[in-house]
């Protein structure tokens, strides 16, 4: 007598229960991740493009102390005034040797011991603390006449420019142009500190001569 045995269709079912539900949970997972490195990754670049813009407001402040600063030695370049130091102004009639200088926030410290000129100016006297201007920024300023010492512009020690001064154009007759007669001219040192947000400081300096 032969005996055949049936399966049932319970019986047949493959036994593959919650793979499925495994392979979404571990898609999830990945896709979790993937996002938070995304959101990551935007912030960082946020980050950066904010930090530019900072940067490029603190030039900008930067570049108005360094104007600020050139009126008021065009202002006061008359008589011997810039022979002697003026520390409420922030101008210092003589400099250290450049070479021995620091740089940055430890040669801005060594420097204004001699005077800072905070801005706004009001009526060409400088401010007890930098105030915040448009941009959020806090700027000062010094300005350091390049002489070993105080005293006559002309005498030992000072960088001083002697000569004629020409100018020269591709205008077909002009040539060299003669500006001025023979000129003598001292450069000045300033040195522009700005302070902005997120506790950012920056640093221009610029060399000018009158």
């Known amino acids: 007598m032969k ?3 049936r399966f049932t269709p319970r019986q047949l079912r493959p036994r593959q229960h919650g793979v499925v539900m495994m392979v979404a949970l571990v898609i999830l997972v ?3 991740l993937a996002g ?3 959101m990551r990754s935007m912030d960082t670049t946020n980050l950066i493009a904010g930090n530019m813009a900072f940067k490029q407001a603190a ?5 108005s102390g360094v104007e600020q600063a050139i009126a008021w030695l ?3 370049n008359a008589g011997a005034f810039l ?4 520390a409420a102004s922030g101008y210092t009639a003589s400099s250290a040797n450049n070479a021995a200088l620091p740089l940055g926030e430890a040669f801005w410290t060594q420097m204004s011991a001699s005077g800072v000129c905070n801005l706004p100016m009001v009526g060409g006297v400088c401010s007890a603390a930098p105030a915040v201007n448009a941009a959020g920024n806090r700027v000062s300023y010094m300005i350091q006449r390049l002489c070993a010492s105080a005293g006559n512009r002309n005498g030992a020690g000072c960088s001083i420019v002697t000569g004629t001064i020409v100018a020269t154009g591709n205008n077909e007759g002009a040539g060299e142009e003669q500006l001025t007669g023979a000129s003598s001219a001292v450069y000045y040192r300033i040195t522009v500190r700005v302070v902005g947000p997120r506790n950012s400081v920056s640093y221009v300096q610029a060399i000018v001569s009158l």
Not at 59 to 63: L, R, V
Not at 83 to 86: L, Q, S, V, W
Request: charge should be negative; hydrophobic fraction near 45%.
């Open 83 to 86: 022979d002697n130091n003026a």
């Open 74 to 76: 065009e202002a006061n």
């Open 30 to 32: 990945v896709m979790t």
């Open 36 to 38: 938070i490195a995304l």
């Open 3 to 5: 005996i055949t045995k």
């Open 59 to 63: 030039t900008h402040s930067a570049d």
